[in-house]
């Protein structure tokens, strides 16, 4: 039975913890505030409200992603209402992650269908769950895993279980009257009061832009900024010079957007993206203000059955070769931190880069880690990186992206969390990322819906949270 418009209200907020917590059946945004206040005080008063924390329904359906693939959503109906999840999808995907279930019909989306996946949450995950207590969310997390039965998800599929698992995490938020960045501080055991330092992909290169051999990602991070509005202004602004620059220099070939919202230009050289991007900061009037943060995503340039070697356009590196040529941008531009530097296990290549440049800048883990505590542990053994991309969809449970984080504290490390190349109108990251206190997100170009979903939570939140609000800027590492 479809459900009622005015349940589904709080569909729309999904996207919005604040109108997912303050009020949950939709209504006019009007009378939010008067709702919000009377509910906060009605629950916190009231225990039998308990009642409201069980599942009544899960239901998941095939919808598209910002590619135009299919992917998973979610919605997960409590006494509060309606609460729905959409599952992020990569490209540069590491080996190691947990599966993503796709149906492999070549004649149906290109074999990219989740219909499989969908109907694992319809037909078994569902009756399971059903009368679970959303506010158990290791124990709703831990109940999937278990009747998954495998280590890797590879039976209902990580993109079914994480979609239930988000789910649930906001219906959680929402019965317990707080938005659900507070909520997930709760969960974690952290303050919820830091806005992150952005990573912004304003130039994009390999898989997201259709090219081979290539750096990935070229990000902006304004570590100058005071506030998190004024760093993605300061992004915004750069990131409008910078189109302008592009357009006089190459021409309009050159303004075509990849995946993540950045600019394709026909520049193959990783030092003249960068000279550019660091112009374009001066011309924006920021210089000393923003930082650069790289994600070569380098297991796609490494060819392992051929002896193992790296390769950059037509040149070939070896992983001490890499180093170096790392090193060498480290000394030209204001580079912070570099992700899969090396590839995913090219373990020495990561132990040797993090000697070198770990004292100086953030050794970050995409690939080697997966959001897997079993590598994290590895790699805090072999001291391989300094710090962890933390994505959901790669382990595919909140608990178990909780677990990731806080074992990356332990070890001393940094925390971003991350976007996939594929995304949706889902804003969950960006409440996760204030949650666990990161300091660190990375969501793409401020341009494009799916990207800004996530950057306009953060703004959002920054205006609920007032003067309670951090922004690390130059310590966004912790
Ligand atoms: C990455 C991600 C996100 P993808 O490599 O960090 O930018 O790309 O989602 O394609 O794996
Ligand atoms: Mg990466």
């Known amino acids: 039975m479809a459900p009622n418009t005015k349940s589904f209200g709080s569909l729309i907020d999904v996207s919005s913890s604040i109108l997912t917590s303050g009020n949950p059946r939709g209504g006019p945004v009007s009378n939010l505030k008067k709702h919000r206040f009377k509910r906060k005080k009605t629950h916190i008063k009231n225990p039998k409200r308990r009642v409201n924390m069980k599942i009544k329904s899960v239901k998941a359906r ?11 959503e979610v919605d997960l109906e409590t006494a509060e209402g309606f609460f729905r999840s959409m599952v992020p999808s990569g490209a540069s995907t590491g080996t190691h992650e947990a599966v993503e279930l796709r149906d492999g019909n070549k004649r149906v989306y290109n074999g990219k269908g989740v ?13 399971k769950v059903k009368g679970f207590d959303v506010t158990d969310q290791s124990g709703l997390d831990k109940l999937m895993c278990k009747l998954d039965g495998t280590a890797n998800k590879g ?3 990580a993109n079914a279980i994480l979609g239930v698992s988000m789910a649930a995490c906001k219906a959680a938020s929402a019965s317990k009257g707080i938005p659900l960045y507070s909520y997930i501080a709760k969960l974690s055991g952290h303050k919820g009061v830091k806005l992150p330092v952005p990573q912004l992909n304003v130039i994009n290169g390999g898989k997201h832009a259709g090219k081979e051999n290539d750096i990935q990602e070229n990000m902006y991070m304004p570590t100058g900024a005071k506030s998190f509005s004024e760093a993605i202004r300061m992004g915004a602004e750069t990131y409008h010079v910078l189109r302008k620059m592009l357009k006089n220099k190459y021409g309009v070939h050159a303004i075509h957007l990849g995946d993540e919202g950045g600019f394709v230009p026909p520049i193959d050289t990783p ?18 203000k923003m930082s650069i ?6 297991s796609e340039f490494y060819y392992k059955d051929k002896g193992g070697y790296y390769m950059i356009g037509e040149k070939k590196y070896s992983s001490a070769d890499m180093v170096d040529f790392y090193a060498d941008l480290v000394k030209t531009f204001p580079i912070v931190s570099i992700e899969d530097g090396m ?19 953030q050794i970050t883990g995409d690939d080697l880690l997966v959001t897997n505590v079993e590598r994290i542990k590895t790699a805090a053994q072999k001291k391989a990186c300094n710090a962890l991309l933390l994505k959901v969809n790669q382990i595919g449970s909140v608990t178990e992206s909780i677990d990731a984080a806080n074992m990356s504290y332990k070890n001393g490390w940094g925390v971003t969390v991350s976007h996939r190349s594929g995304e949706t109108e ?5 409440d996760i990322a204030v949650g666990l206190d990161t300091g660190q997100i990375k969501t793409g170009a401020p341009a494009r819906s799916e990207r800004l979903a996530k950057y306009n939570q953060l703004l959002r939140i920054e205006e609920q949270l007032g003067k309670k609000a951090i922004y690390p800027g130059k310590k966004f590492r912790g």
């Open 62 to 72: 095939q919808v598209l992603d910002s590619r135009g693939n299919p992917t998973v």
């Open 155 to 157: 039976n209902f599929g």
């Open 293 to 298: 943060a790289l994600d070569p995503a380098s």
């Open 426 to 430: 889902d804003s969950f990251i960006a």
């Open 115 to 127: 219909l499989k996946a969908v109907g694992n949450v319809n037909n078994k995950i569902a009756k």
């Open 271 to 288: 030092q003249e993206r960068l000279e550019l991007m660091i112009k374009a900061v001066g011309e924006a009037g920021y210089s000393g």
């Open 343 to 361: 590839a995913e296990d090219d373990w020495e290549g990561w132990t040797l880069m993090t000697k070198k440049l770990g004292g100086k800048i």
